[in-house]
């Protein structure tokens, strides 16, 4: 089976940066997903490390170490609109479907 | 704004109804699943369509059943529920099976809000 660990609340500032970490424990690991899901909303993808290292996309950054079993998502320059649950997805050989995390509820305040 | 739409967005049925959950996908995709959402709790995978043959049941209880016309569409019959069943019930769907690349994410409705009484 997999396990998928992530905190369940982080909260910070408007206009600063926050690091959500997500570990895994997966026999056959292929790759990683992040998703973000605002209250009420469909999930929306993020996005999916299959290699090691950092992925940047504007202000969202996401991190895989395989070796490590380790992924964090990285937000800078937060803006009230990121406040949202972000959803960390393991997929495994064998079964491709994403195993999900209980997801971060994030929480930006002024 | 998705590709993705499920009807209706919220559903309160009793026991004994019989109920149907509707999603539509728009993007042309070959794949599509049913995800339960409890409060607290990670996305359950519950069904998996691939080419509108089923292809993943995670031991959902018998009250719950899928069917794939085609690959457009995807609904969720509902009888018998209990008060636990109460959830959100998200659709998505993929080019192919998710997990392959980075082009096989999935895209999500924006779900059914179920409340059993």
């Known amino acids: 089976g997999q396990n998928i660990d992530q905190p369940t609340e982080m909260t910070a500032t408007e206009g600063a940066i926050v690091q959500i970490n997500c570990t895994y424990q997966?026999?056959?690991?292929?790759?990683l997903f992040w998703y973000q899901q605002h209250a009420g909303e469909a999930p929306t993808f993020l996005s999916y490390?299959?290699?090691?290292g950092l992925e940047e996309k504007g202000r969202f950054s996401s991190f895989l170490s395989r070796s490590k079993g380790y992924s964090y998502l990285l937000l800078k320059e937060l803006q009230m609109k990121d406040s949202a649950s972000y959803l960390c997805?393991?997929?495994?050989?064998?079964?491709?479907?994403?195993?999900f995390g209980r997801g971060t509820s994030l929480i930006v305040h002024p | 704004e998705t590709g993705v739409t499920q009807t209706p967005r919220h559903l309160v049925m009793g026991m004994t109804n019989k109920k149907s959950l509707k999603c539509e996908q728009h993007?042309?995709?070959?794949?599509m699943y049913w995800y339960k959402q409890s409060a607290k709790k990670p996305l359950e995978l519950m069904f998996v369509?691939?080419?509108?043959?089923?292809?993943e049941n995670n031991s959902v209880p018998s009250r719950f059943s899928p069917e794939c016309p085609n690959s457009s569409h995807l609904f969720l019959h509902l009888h018998t529920l209990q008060p636990e069943d109460s959830a959100l019930y998200l659709c998505?769907?993929?080019?192919?099976?998710?997990?392959?690349?980075?082009?096989?994410?999935?895209?999500f409705g924006p779900g059914t809000r179920l409340t059993v009484l």
């Open positions: 998505a769907s993929s080019d192919g099976l998710a997990g392959h690349s980075s082009t096989d994410t999935q895209y």
């Open positions: 369509y691939s080419l509108e043959e089923r292809v």
């Open positions: 997805a393991a997929t495994s050989g064998g079964s491709y479907i994403p195993t």
């Open positions: 490390n299959v290699l090691d």
């Open positions: 997966t026999s056959g690991f292929n790759g």
């Open positions: 993007l042309g995709h070959n794949a």
